[in-house]
C-alpha cells in the first residue's frame, strides 16, 4: 500500500477533516427539517437487512465524501485481494479466508496452490456425520449411552462466537441436549459443568486453533482427569472430540484419531464460526441450521464482494464508524440488540472489532495517523435502558450505537416484540432529536439529542440472519482496517500478558522469590492470605 492510498494521506481525508469543521454546527434534528427525502435516502437494503443512516449526523456531502475516501483507499482492490486467498495478514503472511468456510463446496477456489474447497468440505462432512449421529441417538459414550449434553472448552474465537450464537439460536436447540461453556482459567466454570453433566453421556469438545492456549489447556486437562477417574483411558478416548489446526497435540493429549477436526492458519480465531470451530453449533441447532447459517453468510458475503460501495451494507456500516470516530471524535461504540437472543453480541463484537482494530502501527510498522477501533460495549435493550442510557442522553461521554430490531418475534410474542420495537425506535428518535422544550425550562431534565445512531432491521433471528450479521460485522471490520492501514486479522498485543503470567505463575506462590519490583507488594499480600 502506497502512501497516497493510506486513508489519512488521502485528498478526501483532508476534505473530510475540513468538512466536519464546517459541519459540527449542524444537527441531526436539523438534517431532517433541511431534507424531506433523508429517511428514505440514507437507508438501504441487501438481503433481507435494512440499514438505516438516518439519525446518524451525517449528510449526503460527507457521505459522497465517504465513498470517495473508499475510493481513494482502494477498498474494491482490498476486497477482491481477501476473496482471492491473497496474503493480506501480512505479519503472519497468511491469507484471510473465513469467506471459503461458507462458499459452495463446489465452487472451487485455490489459495497457495491448493483446492481450500476440498478440505473444507471434507471438515464440513464430518461436522455433519457427528451431528446427525448425535441427534440420532446413535452417538454413544464409552458405557453405550447415547450423548445428552455437550460441553465446548475454549476461549475467545473457540468460545465467543459459539456462546452468542447458541444463545441466538436457542430456540432452534435440539431438545434433550444440554449445552455447556467453559473458557474461564480459575477452575469456576468447569467445576459448575462438572457437577452437573454425567461423564459417560457427556461429549467434550476442545476447540483451540493453537491448542497452546492455557486456559483450554487447563480446563481440558481438569475434564481429562476427571474422566480418567470415571473410567480411564477409554473414556478419555470415547468423550472427547477437538477442533485444532496442530494434529500432532491433539494426538498428545489423546484425542481419538476420527474425534480430530482440521482448522487452517488462513482462519482468523475471531472469524472461525463458520468452521470447524462452529461444531458446538452444529451440534446444537443440528446440521440444517447450522447450514442455514453458512448460507446467510455467503451470501452477505456475495453482496460485499459485488454490491458498489454506495449500496454495500458493510461498506456503509464501516464507513459511517469512520466517520464518528475520526471526524466526529467519538471513541466509544455501543450495541445494542431489542431481542435478548443477542445478548451476548456485543461480547462477541467487542473481540471481533477491538482485537481486529485496536491497533496502533500500520501495516508496514509505522504508527498509524488516525485514531482506529473505538471502545466497543453493549447490552440487550430494553434492559439496557434501565443501567446506561442515562450516560447515553444527558452524560459527556461521546458514545455512537447500532441499534438491532428483528421485526418478529422468535418465541411468538409479538406483543411484547412490537414493545420492545416501540422502544428501540423511541431511543434511536431521543438520542437524535434531544428534547430542546425540557432543555428551556429545567436543565436537569434536557436532553441535548445530536447522538448518532444505526438501526439493523430484520424480519427476524433465524439461522440465516444470524449469519448475514456476523458476515456484515467481519467485513465491516475489514473495511475499517483497510481505511486505517491496520492489519485486522493478527492480535500481538495479547501475548506481552501472556508471557508475563507465565513467569508470575512461576512464582505466585514462592515466597523465597521476591516478585518484580511493579508486583513486589501485591505478590507479599497475595502469599499471605493464600490459603
Ligand atoms: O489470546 C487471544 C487469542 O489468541 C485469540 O485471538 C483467540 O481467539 C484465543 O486466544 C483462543 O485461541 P485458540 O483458539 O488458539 O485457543
Redesign the pocket.
Known amino acids: 500500500m502506497g502512501e497516497e492510498t493510506y486513508g489519512p494521506r488521502t485528498p478526501a481525508w483532508s476534505a473530510l477533516s475540513k468538512y466536519a469543521t464546517v459541519f459540527s454546527q449542524r444537527t441531526i434534528a436539523s438534517l431532517f427539517q433541511e431534507d424531506a427525502d433523508r429517511a428514505e435516502a440514507f437507508s438501504t437494503e441487501a438481503e433481507g437487512v435494512w440499514l438505516d443512516l438516518s439519525r446518524q449526523r451525517l449528510d449526503s456531502s460527507a457521505l459522497e465524501l465517504l465513498l470517495e475516501l473508499a475510493k481513494q483507499t482502494e477498498v474494491a482492490v482490498w476486497i477482491k485481494r481477501m476473496f482471492d486467498g491473497e496474503h493480506i495478514n501480512n505479519t503472519e503472511d497468511r491469507a484471510a479466508l473465513h469467506v471459503a468456510l461458507r462458499r459452495p463446496a463446489d465452487c472451487p477456489l485455490t489459495v497457495d496452490g491448493e483446492d481450500v474447497m476440498r478440505l473444507v468440505k471434507a471438515e464440513r462432512a464430518k461436522m455433519q456425520q457427528l451431528a446427525d449421529a448425535l441427534h440420532e441417538g446413535e452417538l454413544k459414550g464409552y458405557t453405550g449411552h447415547p450423548i445428552t449434553d455437550i460441553v465446548n472448552i475454549?476461549?475467545?474465537?473457540?468460545d465467543l462466537g459459539l456462546v452468542m450464537a447458541v444463545e441466538a439460536l436457542s430456540d432452534y436447540r435440539k431438545p434433550g441436549l444440554g449445552v455447556h461453556f467453559v473458557s474461564n482459567l480459575d477452575g469456576v466454570q468447569v467445576s459448575r459443568v462438572l457437577e452437573k453433566v454425567s461423564p459417560e453421556t457427556t461429549l467434550f469438545v476442545v476447540?483451540?486453533?493453537?491448542?497452546?492456549?492455557l486456559e483450554?489447556l487447563t480446563n481440558a486437562q481438569v475434564v481429562r482427569e476427571w474422566l480418567l477417574v470415571c473410567g480411564g483411558e477409554q473414556a478419555v478416548a470415547t468423550q472427547f472430540v477437538a477442533v485444532s489446526t496442530d494434529h500432532a497435540a491433539m494426538d498428545a493429549f489423546g484425542i481419538a484419531p476420527k474425534r480430530r477436526l482440521a482448522l487452517w492458519d488462513w482462519v482468523?480465531?475471531?472469524y472461525s464460526l463458520c468452521s470447524p470451530v462452529g461444531l458446538s453449533l452444529a451440534l446444537a441447532v443440528g446440521w440444517e441450521h447450522f447450514e442455514a447459517l453458512l448460507r446467510g453468510a455467503h451470501a452477505m458475503d456475495c453482496h460485499f464482494e459485488q454490491a458498489p460501495s454506495e449500496n454495500n451494507l458493510p461498506v456503509l456500516l464501516a464507513l459511517t464508524g469512520v466517520w464518528n470516530r475520526n471526524f466526529l471524535g467519538m471513541p466509544s461504540h455501543a450495541v445494542l440488540p431489542y431481542d435478548h437472543h443477542l445478548c451476548r453480541l456485543p461480547a462477541y463484537l467487542q473481540?471481533l472489532e477491538m482485537?481486529s482494530n485496536g491497533k496502533r502501527v500500520q501495516r508496514d510498522g509505522a504508527p498509524v495517523e488516525c485514531e482506529t477501533c473505538p471502545v466497543i460495549w453493549g447490552e440487550p435493550g430494553s434492559n439496557a435502558q434501565h443501567s446506561f442510557y442515562q450516560l447515553l442522553h444527558q452524560g459527556t461521554a461521546k458514545v455512537s450505537v447500532d441499534f438491532l430490531l428483528p421485526v418478529n418475534s422468535g418465541v411468538g410474542r409479538q406483543e411484547q416484540q412490537d414493545l420492545a420495537a416501540a422502544n428501540c425506535l423511541a431511543q434511536s428518535w431521543a438520542l437524535a432529536s434531544g428534547d430542546p422544550a425540557e432543555s428551556d425550562n429545567d436543565s436537569h431534565q434536557a436532553c441535548s439529542g445530536n447522538h448518532p445512531s444505526s438501526l439493523i432491521l430484520f424480519e427476524r433471528l433465524d439461522p440465516d440472519t444470524l449469519g448475514k450479521l456476523i458476515a456484515l460485522y467481519e467485513h465491516k471490520v475489514f473495511i475499517q482496517s483497510v481505511i486505517w492501514g491496520i492489519n485486522a486479522f493478527d492480535?500481538w498485543g495479547?501475548q506481552l500478558g501472556?508471557r508475563l503470567a507465565t513467569g508470575v505463575g512461576g512464582i505466585i506462590s514462592d515466597e523465597n522469590v521476591a516478585g518484580p519490583p511493579p508486583l513486589e507488594e501485591a505478590l507479599v499480600r497475595f502469599r499471605k492470605w493464600r490459603a
Open positions: 475454549g476461549i475467545g474465537g473457540s476447540c483451540s486453533k493453537s491448542f497452546t492456549t483450554t482468523g480465531g475471531r473481540q482485537e492480535q495479547v501472556k
